[in-house]
């Protein structure tokens, strides 16, 4: 049982194929191999010269009822070619990345937010690029080693308790970070910004509130569609303006907050959701 959890909805790209990973998902992807966990969302569409994966699940705020295989059929039917399919990709949130895959071009990328993580190897490797470095270190061919770089070093027994990893370099020699709204071309190795490509448009307030409503509120009933959920909410702003996004599905939503470190009653995180909850008669945990 606990053997299964390790590398939990994890996935790798290698050249070789890996016998210990022989209950995995693997897709043959040409001259390499995607592995997938088992309890990794993973659906493959092709056509005759294109193919897409999803490793994860996406959602798309205007047909909130389609699944995955849906989704990633639609973006496939807009695809042609890698721009297309970058410009195609942007509508749908979730957690997820997408490769895909062409005669000209194979490359990966995620959601907006790069939730969904991706550490590649710079260097010459057996291992193309994977989900969490150490799933990299793990079977990477030469090996991996630990970066030798004094600045990292010092941030990171000194400074990183107090302070986020901003930037792509990790703690190891020749493993990068994939950044939010960059692609890696796979057969290079080399990254590139894909948003924004030209001027941003500017709204003015009420068009980019009405815009951001009907897409919050859309993603969330996609995914209370397909998937029963649960919503922390604290007396931060995120949480309650995702409180508010949820209005029309509250009954299909758990509300809840966890009193870790005993937080008790007079903290704010917990008097101020529950003064709220009481006010607006919907159960909260």
């Known amino acids: 049982m606990y053997q299964r959890l390790k590398y939990r909805r994890q996935f790798l790209i290698s050249k070789i194929r890996i016998e210990s990973l022989v209950k995995w998902t693997c897709l043959d992807l040409g001259d390499l191999y995607l592995y997938a966990h088992p309890d990794m969302e993973v659906h493959s569409v092709e056509n005759q010269n294109q193919r897409i994966v999803l490793l994860g699940n996406m959602f798309d705020a205007e047909e909130?009822?389609?699944?995955?295989?849906?989704?990633?059929?639609?973006?496939?039917?807009?695809?042609?070619?890698?721009?297309?399919?970058?410009?195609?990709?942007?509508?749908?949130?979730?957690?997820?990345?997408?490769?895909?895959?062409?005669?000209q071009n194979m490359v990966i990328m995620q959601e907006a937010l790069a939730l969904r993580e991706i550490y590649y190897c710079t260097r010459e490797n057996k291992i193309i690029c994977g989900s969490q470095p150490n799933l990299l270190l793990s079977f990477a061919d030469p090996a991996i080693q630990e970066t030798s770089n004094p600045d990292l070093l010092d941030f990171y027994r000194n400074h990183m308790k107090d302070s986020s990893w901003i930037g792509d370099e990790t703690f190891y020699e020749g493993v990068k970070h994939l950044l939010p709204n960059h692609y890696l071309d796979i057969r290079c190795r080399k990254v590139h910004r894909y948003w924004p490509n030209k001027p941003l448009r500017q709204l003015d307030l009420d068009q980019a509130v009405?815009?951001?409503c009907a897409y919050l509120q859309g993603i969330m009933k996609s995914m209370a569609?397909?998937?029963?959920?649960m919503l922390a909410v604290t007396s931060g702003t995120d949480s309650r303006t995702l409180l508010a996004a949820s209005k029309d599905l509250r009954e299909k939503i758990y509300y809840y907050i966890n009193t870790h470190n005993n937080l008790g009653h007079s903290h704010p995180d917990i008097y101020v959701p529950k003064a709220m909850f009481d006010k607006i008669g919907i159960p909260f945990h």
């Not at 297309?84 to 957690?95: D, E, I, S, V």
């Not at 569609?225 to 959920?229: E, K, M, N, P, V």
Request: charged share 20%.
């Open 64 to 103: 909130p009822e389609k699944g995955n295989v849906d989704l990633v059929e639609d973006l496939l039917a807009r695809t042609g070619g890698l721009n297309a399919f970058l410009t195609g990709a942007r509508q749908y949130a979730g957690n997820y990345a997408l490769l895909y895959q062409s005669d």
């Open 225 to 229: 569609y397909r998937h029963s959920l």
């Open 210 to 212: 009405s815009q951001i």
